[in-house]
């Protein structure tokens, strides 16, 4: 008998001791940390931006052609005929299309920057969960990354020799004028350095650099003539009410609660007619807020980016750092006249490091030997390491990605703590806790 106990007590140790063994295996990345958050925040965004009175995400995607030909109506135009011959909820589609497009600009970050960036900066609030924990999803800024990720691997295939020339130039307008259509703002940040790829390709041929300057804006212009019509046809109330009266014949199959009624369109849509100096005004606004009196917006923002910069550059081995720390300030400068007529500078932010990513990624591939000369030349100036100091240790790296939260307009504390992996976790949790609640 004793046997038998001392049998089953050595066999009770045994599972034990395989347990705990099995439990100290099972870690929790905080790859698969921000993979999950990223998969979880797209319900929690599509159940939240489920009506027409969305105005400021579905609204975005419903700008039309239906008051004349206007900037930002492509998108609009192709639901409203979808939905009208289909008989398909308009806002089902917005979400269709925002969905593809987080989940083709994720294969295409793989594509180009899995290898050269910090997987978790890839992941992190400051690229592909930005626009999912700042509940800018259902807008077109993840559309707009994409169509100019797509253009860069166009471009990818032409300097390999795998794409004929006319066939490149065809498919980089034919995707930037998709996107030009679908927001203007693209004509500012994406356009010059399609332009100066085309260009530093273009003169491989030609030795005259005047030569190929104008031989690259001829072939870029189609997307540059689109670009001006969309900026001189912005369009005007009547326009946007217009508009806003063609979707009440999807009363039926669109849910809302009380906007689709109304005798006046609201967010995006009504936005469409406004000026320049009002946005502008909006902008210059900013300067002067604060959040809870301490918190001055413009240095909230500043820090924001001085963190984004340093994630960027990567950890202190990264054979690129001081490269990359040039690149992405100079890759500010178009953006410029983004942050200064609007303000919604989180979007802007997104927008930046994102397509930076892209862009950096592409350059190194096809120009490696002059990246690494550029990046021996750029390793010296030492001004550029007292402003953006490497992060040294990936520990440190991660406590910033989990801890760095980036509001998408008007910043605030409350927006800060949702916004960054930490507090949108826990507004994941009680999303869906609630839900399985009721």
């Not at 969905?99 to 900066?121: A, E, G, N, Y």
């Not at 990354?145 to 990818?156: F, H, N, P, R, S």
């Not at 390709?201 to 212009?221: D, G, H, Q, V």
């Not at 605030?412 to 999303?431: A, C, D, E, M, T």
Request: charged letters at 15%; proline letters at 4%; a positive charge.
């Amino acid at each position: 008998m004793p046997i038998i106990n001392t049998h089953q007590s050595n066999m009770k140790r045994l599972r034990k001791q395989f347990a705990l063994h099995k439990f100290s295996n099972f870690k929790i990345t905080i790859e698969g940390f921000l993979i999950s958050l990223i998969i979880l925040g797209i319900p929690l965004n599509l159940y939240k931006n489920r009506f027409y009175d969305n105005s400021w995400t579905v609204g975005e995607w419903l700008i039309s052609y239906s008051g004349g030909f206007i900037r930002r109506g492509l998108p609009g135009q192709v639901i409203f005929y979808l939905s009208s011959n289909f008989d398909i909820n308009p806002i089902f589609l917005t979400w269709l299309i925002s969905v593809s497009s987080i989940l083709f600009l994720f294969i295409l970050v793989r594509i180009f920057s899995w290898r050269t960036f910090d997987k978790t900066f890839l992941l992190s609030s400051l690229i592909l969960l930005g626009p999912i924990s700042e509940d800018y999803l259902v807008r077109k800024d993840v559309f707009l990354v994409l169509l100019y990720g797509v253009c860069l691997l166009t471009l990818k295939q032409l300097y390999l020799k795998k794409i004929s020339t006319s066939l490149s130039i065809l498919l980089i307008n034919f995707f930037s004028i998709i996107a030009l259509l679908s927001h203007e703002g693209y004509g500012i940040w994406a356009l010059p350095s399609l332009f100066l790829l085309i260009f530093f390709y273009i003169r491989k041929f030609l030795i005259n650099n005047l030569k190929s300057l104008f031989i690259s804006f001829i072939l870029i212009t189609p997307s540059i003539l689109i670009f001006i019509n969309c900026i001189i046809f912005k369009g005007d109330k009547s326009s946007a009410i217009a508009i806003h009266n063609s979707w009440k014949e999807f009363k039926d199959v669109m849910p809302s609660t009380g906007l689709l009624d109304s005798v006046y369109p609201e967010g995006a849509i009504a936005w469409i007619g406004e000026s320049l100096n009002t946005t502008f005004q909006l902008s210059i606004s900013s300067l002067s807020k604060f959040n809870l009196i301490i918190f001055w917006h413009p240095l909230m923002w500043a820090i924001t980016m001085f963190f984004a910069i340093r994630l960027f550059c990567g950890l202190k081995q990264d054979p690129f750092v001081n490269l990359k720390k040039i690149f992405i300030l100079i890759q500010l400068i178009p953006f410029t006249p983004l942050f200064i007529i609007a303000h919604d500078y989180g979007r802007w932010i997104f927008i930046w490091l994102t397509s930076s990513c892209l862009l950096f990624s592409l350059i190194i591939k096809i120009f490696k030997k002059e990246s690494i000369q550029f990046e021996a030349k750029v390793k010296k100036i030492k001004t550029l390491n007292k402003l953006f100091p490497v992060i040294k240790n990936q520990r440190n790296y991660n406590t910033i990605i989990l801890f760095l939260g980036l509001p998408h307009c008007c910043w605030s504390v409350g927006r800060y703590l949702i916004s960054n992996p930490i507090g949108f976790s826990i507004k994941n949790l009680i999303f869906y806790t609630s839900l399985l609640l009721n």
